[in-house]
């Protein structure tokens, strides 16, 4: 969850920010040490950030003499002498910068060489794996997707797969993001996946030969009503974010698209220029877009302006959540504050800073909290963190009790973080359990596996299809079967007492998986917005936003109108 501005040597750097190397200093007794010293030693870790900055008078190497680096070489010494346990001193190494940052701020990380590469591949748009969508399901790593044309999909494996093991490895206890790390990896590298397949009575390995993947920001785009496009901008801010996504509008205005509803929903952020450029799209020239300043004397201040002169003059409505955070939050911020978009949604995450990545020695590299930024109206989004552990900062409320900021723009007092919609609109809370028990079914049901229901075996998926509403119809034969199914899988958790009610959300959630297995999750997901209680609020708020969009023709670019 991160906006970035870059540093990789060899590159133009953004905002004047200078190229920044790392050397270990003659004389210290590990990396470690020498991580700390230049730490401690007053910013020499940063010196080369701006080229008018001091760097330290003392050599870096000399700040051994230093009362703090001295503890911390004797806690050292004296781990490595009587420890009850054998010394990995890379993992210690990276425990303790990881402490030191993490006692900063939540988001300045040290990255090793694997974790430093991937992040690099995501921002150029690619990276190297196979071309599958795995995630948690009832306690196991299961195949959500396939990607058309890519590895996964060459070698057969199939949706409703579940990894048994990736390289002999036991894939027992994974979360997604373990499940990720064994399938990335180079180019032409080979490996071995072993599923249990629904209907085959043994597992099932496939050998997969890696390769580039693409890593999009828009992830899907169509008309969802006639006249009402949808971008699904939920990958990130990459290198190629801003031209995705004007390929993608011109796409649509094609098939007619004459508002348009985008979504930043669940989208994690990225680099800081694109987030400019992506605003830029919708912003005449000389509207500001975003502020960004730094510590006195360490970072040059910045204000970032459109300089876009034919701007798209589309309705706009931005869908937002608790997931949208960073980049996202930038431009959110930029249309809400310019009065030039509705948001519909939930407050967004509220991440008010920015990094700069630094590459280090051996691949491995940091990414260093360096300023924070503003909302044209002045706003500082960035949620409390000071007292906060990690895991409430980032999946709870993530405020002390009681906190509160003054919102410029709406001129209210309200919970720290975040940008809040101009609609509010919650969703209710998603039962995992059904949500969980419906894939369960599914995906045997789609392997011709349920008794009686003959008619939904997929054999394979027809990558761009266009749904026309009648594709495999969930009628009561399908829920008595869904119905049946939970009572012989008792594990699953699910009684008659918990379908209560839920007659609407199971038809949804049952076809929109048997939909994803006939014709991939791209459709799926087209098929769920159309349901989805925020896309259709913000359908109905377009007659206001297009009342905003012509009230913001009778003002100057920056002008303050209310």
Same mark, same amino acid.
């Given at each position: 969850?991160?906006?970035?501005?870059?540093?990789?040597?060899?590159?133009?750097?953004?905002?004047?920010?200078?190229?920044?190397?790392?050397?270990?200093?003659?004389?210290?007794?590990?990396?470690?040490?020498?991580?700390?010293?230049?730490?401690?030693?007053?910013?020499?870790?940063?010196?080369?950030?701006?080229?008018?900055?001091?760097?330290?008078?003392?050599?870096?190497?000399?700040?051994?003499?230093?009362?703090?680096?001295?503890?911390?070489?004797?806690?050292?010494?004296?781990?490595?002498?009587?420890?009850?346990?054998?010394?990995?001193?890379?993992?210690?190494?990276?425990?303790?910068?990881?402490?030191?940052?993490?006692?900063?701020?939540?988001?300045?990380?040290?990255?090793?060489?694997?974790?430093?590469?991937?992040?690099?591949?995501?921002?150029?748009?690619?990276?190297?794996?196979?071309?599958?969508?795995?995630?948690?399901?009832?306690?196991?790593?299961?195949?959500?997707?396939?990607?058309?044309?890519?590895?996964?999909?060459?070698?057969?494996?199939?949706?409703?797969?579940?990894?048994?093991?990736?390289?002999?490895?036991?894939?027992?206890?994974?979360?997604?993001?373990?499940?990720?790390?064994?399938?990335?990896?180079?180019?032409?590298?080979?490996?071995?996946?072993?599923?249990?397949?629904?209907?085959?009575?043994?597992?099932?390995?496939?050998?997969?030969?890696?390769?580039?993947?693409?890593?999009?920001?828009?992830?899907?785009?169509?008309?969802?009503?006639?006249?009402?496009?949808?971008?699904?901008?939920?990958?990130?801010?990459?290198?190629?974010?801003?031209?995705?996504?004007?390929?993608?509008?011109?796409?649509?205005?094609?098939?007619?698209?004459?508002?348009?509803?985008?979504?930043?929903?669940?989208?994690?952020?990225?680099?800081?220029?694109?987030?400019?450029?992506?605003?830029?799209?919708?912003?005449?020239?000389?509207?500001?877009?975003?502020?960004?300043?730094?510590?006195?004397?360490?970072?040059?201040?910045?204000?970032?302006?459109?300089?876009?002169?034919?701007?798209?003059?589309?309705?706009?409505?931005?869908?937002?959540?608790?997931?949208?955070?960073?980049?996202?939050?930038? +431009?959110?911020? /930029?249309?809400? =504050?310019?009065?030039?978009? @509705?948001?519909? #949604?939930?407050?967004? &995450?509220?991440?008010? $800073? *920015?990094?700069?990545?630094?590459?280090?020695?051996?691949?491995?590299?940091?990414?260093?909290?360096?300023?924070?930024?503003?909302?044209?109206?002045?706003?500082?989004?960035?949620?409390?963190?000071?007292?906060?552990?990690?895991?409430?900062?980032?999946?709870?409320?993530?405020?002390?009790?009681?906190?509160?900021?003054?919102?410029?723009?709406?001129?209210?007092?309200?919970?720290?973080?975040?940008?809040?919609?101009? +609609?509010?609109? /919650?969703?209710? =809370?998603?039962?995992?359990? @059904?949500?969980? #028990?419906?894939?369960? &079914?599914?995906?045997? $049901? *789609?392997?011709?596996?349920?008794?009686?229901?003959?008619?939904?075996?997929?054999?394979?998926?027809?990558?761009?299809?266009?749904?026309?509403?009648?594709?495999?119809?969930?009628?009561?034969?399908?829920?008595?079967?869904?119905?049946?199914?939970?009572?012989?899988?008792?594990?699953?958790?699910?009684?008659?007492?918990?379908?209560?009610?839920?007659?609407?959300?199971?038809?949804?959630?049952?076809?929109?998986?048997?939909?994803?297995? /006939?014709?991939?999750?791209?459709?799926?997901?087209?098929?769920?917005?159309?349901?989805?209680?925020?896309?259709?609020?913000?359908?109905?708020?377009?007659?206001?936003?297009?009342?905003?969009?012509?009230?913001?023709?009778?003002?100057?670019?920056?002008?303050?109108?209310?």
């Amino acid at each position: 969850m991160g906006i970035w501005t870059k540093q990789w040597m060899g590159r133009e750097p953004m905002a004047g920010v200078g190229r920044v190397s790392v050397s270990w200093g003659e004389g210290m007794r590990s990396p470690l040490l020498a991580v700390l010293v230049l730490a401690l030693g007053g910013g020499a870790l940063v010196g080369g950030l701006l080229g008018d900055v001091p760097m330290p008078t003392k050599p870096s190497y000399e700040m051994a003499d230093n009362p703090p680096v001295r503890d911390f070489a004797r806690v050292m010494e004296l781990v490595g002498e009587n420890s009850a346990f054998e010394l990995d001193r890379d993992r210690l190494m990276r425990g303790a910068v990881q402490g030191m940052l993490h006692a900063l701020d939540p988001h300045s990380n040290f990255f090793d060489r694997r974790d430093f590469s991937e992040m690099q591949d995501e921002q150029s748009s690619r990276f190297y794996g196979i071309g599958v969508t795995v995630n948690r399901r009832n306690g196991r790593i299961y195949v959500l997707g396939v990607s058309e044309g890519m590895p996964a999909a060459r070698a057969g494996l199939r949706y409703g797969d579940a990894i048994v093991s990736v390289d002999g490895v036991s894939a027992t206890g994974w979360e997604q993001s373990d499940a990720l790390k064994f399938v990335r990896g180079e180019r032409g590298t080979e490996v071995r996946i072993t599923v249990e397949r629904a209907g085959e009575p043994n597992p099932v390995t496939v050998r997969i030969l890696r390769d580039e993947v693409p890593f999009p920001s828009v992830r899907n785009g169509f008309i969802l009503q006639p006249g009402v496009g949808y971008i699904e901008l939920t990958g990130g801010f990459n290198q190629g974010t801003t031209e995705e996504l004007r390929e993608a509008i011109t796409k649509l205005k094609g098939q007619g698209m004459e508002a348009l509803l985008l979504d930043l929903r669940r989208n994690p952020g990225g680099l800081l220029k694109q987030a400019v450029q992506v605003s830029e799209t919708f912003l005449p020239k000389g509207a500001e877009v975003v502020s960004v300043r730094g510590r006195s004397g360490r970072y040059r201040d910045q204000v970032y302006r459109s300089e876009n002169e034919q701007p798209e003059m589309l309705p706009l409505v931005v869908l937002i959540n608790g997931e949208t955070a960073s980049a996202s939050e930038i +431009v959110a911020a /930029a249309m809400q =504050d310019s009065h030039r978009a @509705l948001l519909v #949604g939930e407050e967004s &995450f509220g991440k008010g $800073l *920015v990094q700069t990545i630094y590459p280090l020695r051996a691949g491995t590299g940091l990414t260093l909290t360096t300023a924070k930024y503003f909302t044209p109206n002045g706003r500082s989004i960035q949620r409390p963190y000071n007292g906060v552990g990690n895991y409430d900062y980032f999946t709870k409320e993530g405020a002390p009790k009681g906190a509160t900021r003054n919102s410029r723009n709406h001129g209210e007092r309200h919970k720290a973080g975040g940008i809040r919609p101009d +609609v509010l609109v /919650a969703l209710p =809370d998603l039962d995992i359990r @059904l949500r969980d #028990g419906c894939f369960e &079914f599914v995906r045997r $049901l *789609v392997a011709g596996q349920i008794p009686g229901l003959a008619d939904y075996l997929v054999k394979e998926v027809q990558y761009g299809y266009q749904l026309r509403g009648g594709e495999y119809p969930i009628n009561d034969q399908v829920l008595a079967a869904f119905r049946q199914f939970l009572r012989e899988h008792p594990e699953l958790q699910i009684g008659e007492r918990d379908l209560i009610g839920s007659a609407e959300f199971l038809r949804r959630r049952i076809r929109a998986e048997v939909i994803t297995a /006939a014709y991939g999750i791209e459709a799926a997901e087209q098929y769920l917005i159309e349901s989805d209680p925020q896309a259709i609020r913000a359908v109905e708020e377009i007659p206001r936003a297009r009342q905003m969009l012509d009230r913001a023709k009778l003002f100057p670019a920056g002008a303050e109108h209310q």
